[in-house]
């Protein structure tokens, strides 16, 4: 692998919080950003898909190939093309609503490949590029959203949970998950997902708390994408979020949302901490959300257009394909195949959504119970009887 | 003089007339500032009163209900926004264990005028967690008022009024009738929060619901005109204190009640209405108290939200059984 020597950017852990309470005025209802510049973060390619060396973190994607690198490349590119298709769909009618994940490929896909096969991930409701690392079939995706059920895939068969839509629920999951692992003797790790909206949330806390405790063997992995629907990450915290780490008793890293190589490596290492009983670790990814919170939100009325336009030209799939180019590591025949391989997927997805049957209407009677309950019994005969009689009035 | 708004219109505007005649009222929630919230309740209220009465909260609803409650034991008046009725469940804690019962746990000495407003109900095709109905889990909890209007009127005038309670007050908003349009009179004096109302006069059977429901059983009511039946439709307009004077007149009329509700049947606030209405009128009753609703089953995927709601049909069956007694 080759290795532009740039000045290597140093990974900032947490050091205490420097968020003071000196100039707050008591007029002042609520907290001003710190003045002082951003965290750095961990970053191994430069938006304009230049290798920086890390002396800590490189030694996490050393050996990495260039069919490695075109693998994530090629995961980056589906995942898109599989959000943008999930996109029209809901403007077409076929999904009821789509959260789209445009612009977090890389937070994903580096650390969704950074997890094993044995490991356990735990997401919230805008995993795509995570369930694709593990395995999920797309299609299984769309269920939710498209209103025919309320997750619909055997979270076992790929260790990835189903999706969570009460912020930060998950994190509770995941860690108890990881005190399992633990009293298991395994040397698996989990990882939870959540935004940076959902660290505001109680149950955040308590994770955090309860994995420090009891040394649980669990990641959590934070994709600031910069907004809580309408809400700047400001309105959430006045650290930076890998900073609240620190407090509960263990490491807290900021990472390039947008540089895959920098998220494998940060993820693998936080895997690893776990998997050898070092406990739990905060990763924030940097990233950012370039479309609507959801098909529903219209973001025209809380942020500009040039904000966006910033974050374009750090874009995680061009950053990529500049190193690739550039390394001489994929050639034109790799980028159309994969163009290829892109609007096949497309089409799949399109086609699986399309023949997606409404569910039958006693499915609302299933599986509310493992064990069943008389009161559902009759209740769904009642259904029953009520169903049937339309069908004798209607004479069909 | 009235003018012609939408439901949520409607809370906008009352919330709006809310925060000029009272320096103490606070607007709290999640995306209610810039945004104006998910559905725009509380559109362009930042903008005229600033970040310090329309405050954008973290994403913590514990935090939200607990900070209000803190709030209100310091003098003011707020008025929280839970965004989905699903995601009312992080501060249940704090609504059922510090908002319900602080009141009585001073002796009446520290009173919490909190207003919680939740979007909810179904038959908006969406998600998990954005179509429940969870009424009963609050009456249940003494302390509490709750009330949800039907219609844009009271819409804004229940909002005056919860307000001005000295009680917390959940304040349920149908969703799915935020875009209903109706006569909004500003000068008008309100009748009372917690009394139901007659909507519509009938001898033959009452239609008892609240919320979203009413205007179902208005639809109800007419379709049944059709085939001979008057019915009477009460909007019910509080779930606790539930106006059981009101239903039992009417009942005493009609001779029959049936209830209309999204949240399950099961434990539901039409059980509380049956079990009241029959001690209450038992001899009035040509047949038992019948109650539609929805099922003991966790809300369905948006596909089949139509069979699990109260629908024209299901009601008009129950109005048959209930005459066919
Ligand atoms: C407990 C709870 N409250 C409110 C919501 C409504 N809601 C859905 S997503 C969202 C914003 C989440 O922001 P963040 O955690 O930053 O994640 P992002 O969607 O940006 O990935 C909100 C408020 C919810 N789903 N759950």
Redesign the pocket.
């Known amino acids: 692998m080759t290795v532009e020597s740039t000045a290597a950017r140093t990974p900032r852990r947490s050091a205490g919080s420097k968020a003071g309470t000196t100039g707050t005025k008591r007029t002042r209802t609520t907290a001003k950003k710190d003045a002082g510049t951003e965290p750095q973060l961990v970053q191994l390619l430069t938006p304009e898909g230049k290798r920086v060396k890390n002396a800590e973190y490189d030694k996490y994607v050393a050996g990495i190939t260039p069919e490695e690198l075109r693998g994530l490349y090629r995961d980056m590119v589906l995942t898109r093309r599989f959000d943008a298709e999930a996109t029209s769909l809901q403007r077409q009618g076929e999904l009821g609503l789509w ?1 789209s994940l445009l612009g ?1 490929e890389a937070a994903q896909i580096g650390s969704g490949r950074a997890t094993r096969e044995d490991d356990y991930v735990f997401p ?3 995993e795509h590029g995570v369930a694709w690392c593990r395995g999920v079939d797309p299609a299984n995706l769309l269920g939710m959203f498209r209103g025919v059920n309320n997750g619909g895939w055997d979270p076992n068969s790929n260790n990835f949970q189903l999706y969570t ?5 998950q994190t509770l999951h995941a860690t108890g998950y990881a005190m399992g692992v633990a009293k298991d003797g395994a040397d698996s790790a989990v990882i939870a997902y ?6 505001s ?1 109680g149950d955040v806390a308590e994770s955090f708390t309860f994995s420090a405790v009891y040394n649980a063997p669990v990641v959590f992995f934070c ?3 910069q ?3 309408s ?1 700047p ?1 400001e309105k ?1 915290s006045r650290v930076p979020i890998y900073q609240r780490a620190q407090g509960f008793g263990f490491p807290g890293v900021r990472v390039d949302g947008n540089d895959v190589l920098g998220v494998l490596a940060v993820t693998r290492w936080a895997l690893e901490r776990a998997r050898s009983g070092e406990g739990p670790t905060l990763v924030e990814a940097f990233t950012y ?1 370039m479309g609507a ?2 098909t529903s939100d219209d973001p025209t009325r809380y942020r500009g257009d040039e904000e966006r336009q910033a974050w374009e030209a750090k874009d995680p799939i061009l950053r990529l394909r500049r190193y690739l180019e550039a390394s001489n590591h994929a050639d034109e025949g790799f980028f159309e195949e994969l163009e290829a391989e892109s609007e096949a997927l497309g089409k799949r997805v399109r086609e699986a959504v399309r023949a997606m049957p409404d569910p039958d209407h006693f499915a609302i009677f299933e599986n509310a119970y493992a064990d069943g309950h008389a009161l559902v019994d009759e209740e769904r005969a009642q259904f029953a009887a009520y169903q049937a009689s339309f069908a004798d009035e209607g004479g069909n | 003089m009235a003018d012609k708004m939408a439901l949520a219109k409607a809370i906008n505007e009352s919330l709006r007339r809310a925060l000029e005649s009272d320096p103490k009222v606070l607007i709290m929630g ?2 209610v500032g810039k945004l104006g919230g ?1 559905f725009r309740v509380t559109d362009g209220l930042q903008k005229d009163f600033g970040e310090s009465r329309v405050i954008d909260t973290p ?1 913590a ?1 514990s935090g939200i209900v607990g900070t209000a409650i803190g709030l209100a034991l310091r003098g003011y008046r707020p008025v929280v926004e ?3 009725d ?2 009312v ?2 501060a249940y804690d704090q609504i059922v264990t510090q908002l319900a019962k602080m009141h009585a746990r001073s002796l009446g000495k520290v009173k919490l005028p909190v207003v919680v407003r939740i979007p909810y109900g179904g038959g908006i095709g969406a998600v998990e ?1 954005h179509s429940e109905s969870p009424e009963a889990l609050f009456a249940h909890v003494a302390g509490l008022k709750i009330v949800s209007p039907s219609n844009a009127s009271d819409a804004y005038w229940m909002m005056q009024q919860a307000i001005q309670s000295d009680d917390p007050v959940i304040f349920f908003e149908p969703k799915r009738r935020y875009w209903d349009k109706g006569e909004v009179n500003a000068e008008a004096i309100p009748g009372p929060l917690h009394k139901a109302q007659v909507v519509r006069e009938g001898t033959d059977l009452t239609l008892a619901a609240y919320g979203p429901m009413v205007k179902l059983c208005q639809e109800v009511a007419d379709a049944a005109a059709e085939e001979g039946k008057n019915l009477e439709v009460l909007d019910l307009r509080s779930v606790s204190p539930l106006d059981f004077d009101s239903i039992q007149a009417s009942v005493e009329k009609t001779r029959r009640l049936v209830v209309v509700h999204e949240a399950p049947v099961f434990f539901g606030s039409g059980a509380e209405i049956a079990a009241r209405i029959t001690e209450r009128c038992f001899y009035h009753l040509e047949a038992p108290v019948l109650r539609v609703g929805g099922y003991h089953a966790p809300y369905p995927p948006a596909r089949l939200e139509e069979e699990y709601l109260p629908n024209l049909d299901r009601v008009l069956d129950a109005v048959d059984r209930s005459l066919a007694y």
């Open positions: 959260a977090q919230t409701y805008r839509i009460v912020i930060g629920s959540f935004g940076d909206g959902a660290s949330q994709q600031n994408n907004w809580a629907i809400e990450t959430q959300r919170h959801t | 999640e995306d998910v994403l609803e839970i965004q989905f699903g995601f469940f992080p967690h």
